[in-house]
C-alpha cells in the first residue's frame, strides 16, 4: 500500500531527528573525549643508532611504520640523553634527573638495588593523577623488590630487569653472568626463569602484544605506556616472522621487527579511536650504537656511539606526534633532552610535579614550534660513568668536552662477537654543533668568550654535583 503524504512527512521528519540527535552525541562525545587526560605512548630502544630508520637515515631495510608515524608527528633531530650507558639513561627518563642527582651511573647488574625510591618516576607521578599505568621490556633501574617497575608506579608489567647480555650464554664472560638467571617477569612474578634463545627471539613480539592489550583494555580511561624495548642491544634476536626478512642480515630483520612494533601500537591507537587524545613519543635509543659489534651494531652519522660522550653516543631521532597540538609531517632542530620529557608530560597531563628535584623543564612550546621559544636550560650536562665530562648549550650550538679518556673502536666484531676498543683522549674542546655537528675542529680559540661562558657554566655543575 502506497505511504500517505503524511506518513512521508512524519518519516522524513523522525530521520531528521534522528541525525540531529546522533550528530549531537557525535559532539558530546567528541568533546568529552578531548577534555579527558591524554593519554600517553612512551617507546625507547636499547642501542638503536641514528640512523637506524628511515626518515632519519637510508637503511637497505624498510621501515614503513616508523616512517608513517614522522608523517604524522614531528620529527626532532637534537634530542639528547645525558648518559650514553643503560641505567643512567633509562633513570633519567623515566625521573626528569640528572645522573649526578640520582646517582645512577652506567649499567647495574643483577640484584643491583638501581634507582633509591626517593626519586619518583614518571609512572608514580601519573598513576597518582589516576592514569592506568604499564611498564613492558627491559627495566634496568633496579632488581630488588622495592626497585623493580611493579613497586615503582606501574600497574601492569612485563620483560627483564636488566640487560639481556647479562645471561650464561655471553659471548665473552658465561662464567661470570651464569651465576645469575636472566629472569622473565609478568607482574612481579618470574614466569621464565632462565631465559634462553628461544625466549629471547620472542622479546619483541611479547612486549608488543602486551603493550596492545593493555590499550585495548583501559581505552576507557587515561592510561600511560611505557615499552623500553630489549633490542637492538646484543645479543640481536627476532621472531621467525621476521628472521631473514631484510636482506642485509640479523640487525635489519631485528629492525624490521621493532618498526613492526611501533606500527602495532600506532595501529592499535588509532583502531580504538585514541589517536586525537594521545600523546605518542618515539625515542630511537636510551643511547647511540654498541659499535664494537660491528654487522650487530647500528650506523650512527655522529662521532663514535655508546659509552662516549660524543654526539654517537647521546644523540639519537625523536618522534612526538599529538594531533591538533603538534604539525604533522614537520622536523625541528631544537635541542632538548630525556629529563624534560617527566616534566613536559606532566604539563599536559595536570600532573603534579614529584616532590623531590626535578632537573629537567616543560618544554611543550619546543616541541610545538611556538613563536619565540627558547630552551629554558642554560645547558644539559653529560657524564660517562661517574665521570663529568662536559655540557652541552640548551640551545645545542655549542658542546664542550672537558679533559677526559674514551673508547674507540680498533677492529669491529662480527656475527656476535665483539670487536677491541682502544683508549683516545681529547683536551679541553670547544665545538660549534650547527657548523660541526660531528665534533672535528676544536674552535675553542676561534670563539674565546663562548669557551669562557661554557667553562663557567660546567665548574659550577661540577662544584654542585661532583665535588666529594
Known amino acids: 500500500m502506497p505511504i500517505s503524504t503524511k506518513k512521508r512527512s512524519i518519516l522524513s521528519l523522525f530521520c531528521v531527528l534522528s541525525f540531529l540527535l546522533l550528530a549531537s552525541l557525535k559532539i558530546v562525545n567528541e568533546n568529552n573525549h578531548k577534555a579527558q587526560k591524554p593519554n600517553v605512548v612512551l617507546i625507547f630502544l636499547d642501542d638503536g643508532a641514528f640512523d637506524d630508520f628511515a626518515p632519519f637515515g637510508t637503511p637497505r631495510y624498510p621501515t614503513p611504520h616508523v616512517e608513517t608515524l614522522a608523517n604524522e608527528g614531528r620529527s626532532f633531530y637534537n634530542f639528547y640523553v645525558p648518559q650514553a650507558i643503560c641505567s643512567a639513561s633509562r633513570a633519567a627518563l623515566l625521573t626528569g634527573c640528572y645522573p649526578g642527582r640520582t646517582k645512577m651511573f652506567g649499567a647495574h647488574g643483577p640484584k643491583a638495588r638501581g634507582l633509591d625510591p626517593k626519586f619518583a618516576t614518571l609512572g608514580e607521578v601519573l598513576q597518582q593523577n589516576g592514569y592506568k599505568t604499564a611498564a613492558f621490556g627491559k627495566w634496568h633501574i633496579g632488581d630488588q623488590e622495592e ?7 606501574f ?3 612485563c620483560g627483564l630487569m636488566y640487560s639481556n647480555d647479562m ?6 664472560n658465561p662464567e661470570y653472568w651464569g651465576q645469575w638467571p636472566l629472569q622473565y617477569w609478568e607482574n612481579g612474578e618470574v614466569t621464565i626463569d632462565t631465559v634462553q634463545i628461544e625466549d629471547q627471539k620472542m622479546l619483541t613480539t611479547w612486549y608488543t602484544e602486551q603493550a596492545v592489550d593493555f590499550i585495548k583494555n583501559n581505552k576507557d580511561e587515561p592510561f600511560f605506556v611505557y615499552v623500553p624495548h630489549s633490542m637492538p642491544h646484543a645479543p640481536i634476536f627476532c621472531s621467525d616472522k621476521f628472521e631473514g626478512k631484510s636482506g642485509t642480515g640479523l640487525y635489519g ?3 624490521m621487527e621493532i618498526d613492526w612494533s611501533v606500527g602495532q601500537i ?3 591507537i588509532k583502531d580504538q579511536g585514541l589517536e586525537d587524545n594521545t600523546l605518542f613519543i618515539f625515542i630511537a635509543s636510551d643511547n647511540g650504537p654498541w659499535l664494537s659489534y660491528g654487522d650487530h651494531a647500528g650506523i650512527t652519522r655522529f662521532r663514535e656511539g655508546k659509552g662516549t660522550t660524543f654526539d654517537g653516543g647521546l644523540r639519537n631521532p625523536c618522534i612526538i606526534k599529538y594531533p591538533g597540538n603538534i604539525d604533522s609531517n614537520t622536523i625541528s632542530h631544537h635541542a632538548f633532552s630525556s629529563i624534560d620529557v617527566l616534566p613536559t608530560v606532566c604539563h599536559l597531563t ?3 610535579l614529584p ?3 626535578v632537573d629537567g623543564k616543560n618544554v611543550w612550546n619546543l616541541l610545538t ?23 652541552i648549550s640548551g640551545d645545542g650550538k655549542w658542546k664542550l668536552h672537558l679533559p677526559h679518556q674514551y673508547r674507540t673502536v680498533a677492529k669491529g666484531g662480527k656475527d656476535g662477537m665483539p670487536g677491541k676498543y682502544v683508549q683516545a683522549k681529547i683536551d679541553t674542546a670547544l665545538f660549534d654543533m650547527v657548523h660541526d655537528p660531528y665534533e672535528k675542529s676544536n674552535a675553542l680559540a676561534i670563539y674565546p668568550d663562548v669557551a669562557q661562558q661554557m667553562v663557567k657554566y660546567a665548574e659550577k655543575h661540577k662544584e654542585a654535583f661532583f665535588s666529594e
Open 266 to 268: 600506532h595501529q592499535t
Open 350 to 352: 595536570g600532573t603534579e
Open 167 to 172: 645471561w650464561l650464554h655471553h659471548p665473552e
Open 147 to 153: 626497585t623493580r617497575p611493579h613497586n615503582r608506579g
Open 355 to 357: 616532590e623531590n628535584t
Open 155 to 157: 600497574d601492569e608489567t
Open 253 to 255: 630483520d631485528v629492525m
Open 369 to 391: 614550534h611556538e613563536d619565540g621559544a627558547e630552551n629554558p636550560h642554560a645547558y644539559y650536562p653529560f657524564t660517562n660513568g661517574k665521570e663529568f665530562q662536559g655540557i
